[in-house]
């Protein structure tokens, strides 16, 4: 079973029913069909609960909590070996540490990462990516 990785910016588009949104729900139905397995790092499940704290409210990110918790999404907590790289990754490409665990926890799986942010063109040669827009 082949695994993928979420980032933030997958689960944003689904909540706001923004460009990729659809994508979003696919991934979803296959990963609830057995097709892949889905992951998302603990510090990417941290910005989507920041982002919906801040532009909403603390009751949404806590409903967001809990949609996201029946998912089915496995959060990975991020240990040393998804910090080294995720250091490696903030040391010699320009995105922000937190997109860094991302796409750290997709190479060291060796998974599939699907987001639609543009600063993960960083990474593009070393991670492969399903854009999703």
């Known amino acids: 079973m082949a695994t993928k990785v979420l980032d933030s910016w997958a689960l944003m588009a689904l909540f ?31 910005e989507v609960y920041y982002s919906v704290l801040r532009t909403v409210s603390s009751a949404m990110a806590e409903q967001k909590a809990r949609e996201i918790a029946t998912m089915p999404i496995e959060i990975i907590y991020a240990d040393f070996q998804q910090t080294h790289q995720a250091a490696i990754f903030k040391g010699t490409k320009k995105m922000s540490y937190a997109d860094c665990f991302g796409a ?13 942010d543009p600063e993960f063109k960083e990474v593009e040669k070393e991670i492969k990516i399903d854009w999703l827009q």
């Open 16 to 46: 706001n029913d923004e460009p990729g949104a659809e994508a979003v729900e696919k991934v979803l139905e296959q990963a609830v069909a057995d097709r892949h397995k889905l992951l998302m790092s603990v510090v990417n499940w941290g």
């Open 104 to 116: 750290a926890l997709a190479k060291i799986r060796n998974a599939e990462f699907l987001t639609g």
